[in-house]
């Protein structure tokens, strides 16, 4: 018994394994449904002490952007080291705002981008890549699938943050 268990685990590892190796594509969808979401964002709101869903949401998909924002500390080995920090807002009905800021390791260097995203009639579920080689984690726009975000590599962090932005962009279509 003990040796057919010990099997069942190496293989579980070998697979495990050979997995880690390629690129990890995920959506955020099979977290969306019923139950869950409510639960999820009543732990936001409670969070955050507020009763806005989206305030909530807002707060929350921020809180993790900046969490997980590529510093120029963990860009070690590369010749152009800078800090990437986004912030989401929500200036009118069905449009998000996105801010880029990045700035240099070395100067005082910024450079600020802005990215409005129309979310009718976008798909919600936001999808992410975590490349097995390199140290960021992409979240794809969800308007044409393009790279949009560049966080830390943390395939946790990539997932909530993708889980946060969908019901956010659900959230907003509602109105």
């Not at 409510?38 to 909530?56: G, M, S």
């Not at 393009?146 to 993708?162: F, I, K, N």
């Amino acid at each position: 018994m003990q040796l057919g268990l010990t099997r069942r685990l190496s293989g579980l590892l070998l697979l495990l394994s050979l997995g880690g190796a390629a690129p990890v594509a995920v959506a955020a969808e099979a977290q969306l449904g019923g139950d869950e979401q409510a639960r999820y964002l009543a732990e936001l709101k409670r969070l955050y002490l507020t009763q806005d869903e989206r305030k909530a949401l807002l707060a929350h998909s921020n809180t993790l952007l900046d969490t997980y924002a590529l510093r120029a500390a963990y860009q070690v080995g590369q010749a152009q080291r800078s800090d990437l920090r986004y912030q989401l807002s929500v200036p009118a009905p069905g449009e998000l705002l996105i801010r880029q800021e990045v700035r240099a390791e070395k100067g005082m260097d910024l450079t600020v981008s802005n990215q409005r995203l129309s979310v009718f009639g976008l798909d919600p579920y936001i999808r992410y890549e975590c490349p097995a080689t390199g140290i960021v984690c992409v979240l794809q726009n969800p308007a044409d699938g393009s790279p949009w975000l560049r966080v830390l590599r943390d395939h946790q962090g990539a997932a909530e943050l993708a889980k946060a932005i969908s019901f956010l962009i659900r959230n907003m279509q509602k109105s």
